[in-house]
């Protein structure tokens, strides 16, 4: 019987690959955690499967789940205006008189919840996988979207506001979830491009929201239609992500062998990586100058937007005579430009890298100082204007808020760059702090401003967030970087307890030998193991 050895066809399946352990060899989990995928591009390159592969889909997926759950987060500022005043959309649905220290609780509420799971989201995606996380906190939005109206009928804002709480609740785990299902998915040439692709959902969404909410209020569905067209869309899209999501490369259905390979040994993934636990570097990470100056740099992000966000019209109407909230064409433009510029900055950092005329870290900071010091200079622009400046005022808010859209690029992926690995527990952290100053903007404006027509109060307010636009930027540029940290080594925990075993222990471990192939009963080399197979 003749035997020889044969390439492997890219049919096979990587999962096999992935998963091959020794029979007849007992090999130490030391030997083990050296030999990865890495091993395969010393011998050979790696073919990147098809230009369309399902770590698109992955990435696509993730693009419409932020938009479906970022319509159901936001719809609630039009359908408040519905169901306060039914004569502006369809007369035909019950009408509530809730004053507006009500409709303030009501749009807040769902940031109580929010903030309280963003961090446990962290550890639940780590624990459970992305694919389940994400699917519980859409199916969870979906529902409590569809019982709204009903719920409404016979507790009133109170139950609303529960109502909202317990979706803030299931929506906290989303983006530690996104981020850490691309740092499975994303190999780091295409980081930019799949990661960024993906986030651009919240602007669609936000956009959709404002647009679509309206029309439905008018229509024949009226205000609840809100609510039922939304859940409907979170519904729609846990069908199609139980389907085609999977946590990791090694677990789809659906890709090809190159495809997996390529995945795999771009982030050098160890054979038994998606096997372990890899345990959190808590003190590397928090006295780590790069996180620390991320972190700076996200809390003045959120800082200045939220001013940008939230401010801004009452600036307008105040100071300018303008009642922008009832103008839902103005209310969208900024987003809208934000959602579009989006992809003219992923085409630029595309290219930049491409071409290697930029490092990532170069891009990062580039695009981070555009979107931080262009808004920091409107936001001075705009406390100058008076009533005469309308038309320049909506400009300058327009390109603020859609210039600031590079953050994502600049800042916002910067946790997968830091640590792939604890990628879902930097962006939770991070968020957690971040999604504070929210709720502090509008209270250090309210001290600030005393009279809302007094436009030498309101330049005030937009001095401040300049600066801190400023000064946070200024902080990444220095500090930040683009570069893996050492923490962010699987086995970066293990030297201490090698060497208390040492010390422990001074018989020194036999050196482990390659594999035997159990057919041809004769040693391979650790490459060759991924490379050939034994046949008749």
């Known amino acids: 019987m003749a035997m020889g050895l044969r390439t492997i066809l890219p049919t096979q399946q990587c999962r096999a690959n992935t998963r091959l352990k020794s029979q007849n060899h007992k090999v130490t989990e030391s030997a083990k955690v050296s030999w990865s995928f890495a091993a395969i591009t010393m011998t050979q390159k790696i073919p990147k499967g098809p230009r369309l592969g399902v770590r698109h889909l992955q990435s696509f997926l993730l693009f419409l789940g932020l938009t479906v759950?970022?319509?159901?987060?936001?719809?609630?500022?039009?359908?408040?205006?519905?169901m306060t005043n039914?004569?502006?959309?369809?007369?035909?649905?019950?009408?509530?008189?809730?004053n507006e220290k009500?409709?303030?609780?009501?749009?807040?509420?769902?940031?109580?919840?929010?903030?309280?799971?963003?961090?446990?989201?962290?550890?639940l995606c780590r624990r459970y996988g992305a694919k389940v996380v994400l699917f519980v906190a859409s199916f969870g939005t979906a529902v409590f979207s569809l019982m709204t109206p009903w719920c409404i009928s016979w507790g009133g804002w109170q139950v609303f506001c529960a109502i909202r709480i317990l979706q803030g609740l299931f929506q906290g785990v989303i983006f530690p979830c996104v981020t850490e299902h691309l740092a499975m998915w994303s190999p780091p040439e295409e980081r930019n491009r799949l990661g960024a692709f993906s986030y651009t959902g919240t602007d669609c969404g936000t956009v959709l929201a404002m647009f679509i909410s309206g029309m439905i209020a008018k229509g024949a569905m009226g205000w609840p239609g809100i609510s039922y067209v939304s859940g409907s869309l979170c519904a729609a899209w846990c069908f199609l992500w139980l389907i085609f999501a999977s946590n990791n490369a090694t677990e789809s259905r659906f890709i090809g062998e190159s495809e997996c390979k390529y995945i795999e040994s771009s982030l050098q993934h160890n054979e038994d990586f998606h096997d372990r636990t890899i345990p959190i570097p808590w003190k590397a990470i928090w006295t780590s100058v790069p996180f620390l100056a991320l972190l700076v740099t996200r809390c003045s992000e959120t800082y200045g937007l939220s001013t940008l966000q939230a401010e801004i019209p009452s600036y307008m109407n105040g100071v300018l005579n303008m009642d922008i909230q009832s103008n839902a064409v103005f209310s969208s433009?900024?987003?809208?430009?934000?959602?579009?510029?989006?992809?003219?900055?992923?085409?630029?950092?595309?290219?930049?890298l491409k071409k290697k005329i930029l490092s990532l870290t170069s891009v990062r900071k580039l695009f981070n100082t555009m979107s931080f010091w262009i808004p920091a200079a409107a936001l001075i622009g705009i406390g100058f204007l008076n009533e005469d400046h309308k038309k320049l005022a909506i400009i300058l808010m327009t390109v603020s808020v859609g210039v600031n859209s590079g953050a994502t690029i600049g800042s916002s992926l910067n946790t997968i760059d830091l640590s792939p690995n604890h990628?879902?527990?930097?962006i939770g952290l991070s968020n957690t702090v971040a999604n504070v100053i929210p709720i502090l903007t509008p209270l250090i404006a309210g001290e600030i401003v005393t009279d809302k027509h007094n436009r030498g109060q309101w330049q005030i307010v937009f001095?401040?967030?300049?600066?801190?636009?400023?000064?946070?930027?200024?902080?990444?540029?220095?500090?930040?970087?683009?570069?893996?940290q050492p923490w962010d080594a699987d086995d970066y925990l293990q030297p201490k307890d090698a060497e208390s075993a040492k010390e422990k222990s001074p018989t020194p471990h036999a050196e482990v030998a390659p594999p035997i192939d159990p057919i041809l009963e004769q040693q391979i080399t650790w490459p060759e193991r991924y490379t050939a197979k034994a046949v008749e």
């Open 86 to 98: 039914a004569a502006s959309t369809n007369p035909n649905f019950p009408e509530y008189n809730w």
């Open 333 to 352: 433009l900024p987003f809208l430009a934000m959602w579009l510029l989006s992809y003219v900055y992923l085409i630029a950092a595309d290219l930049l």
């Open 102 to 123: 009500h409709k303030s609780y009501i749009l807040s509420s769902f940031y109580w919840g929010y903030i309280l799971t963003l961090c446990p989201g962290s550890f």
């Open 69 to 82: 759950m970022h319509i159901a987060r936001l719809n609630v500022s039009v359908a408040i205006v519905a």
């Open 423 to 426: 990628a879902g527990i930097l």
């Open 463 to 484: 001095g401040l967030a300049a600066i801190i636009f400023f000064l946070g930027n200024v902080v990444f540029v220095i500090w930040g970087t683009a570069k893996a």
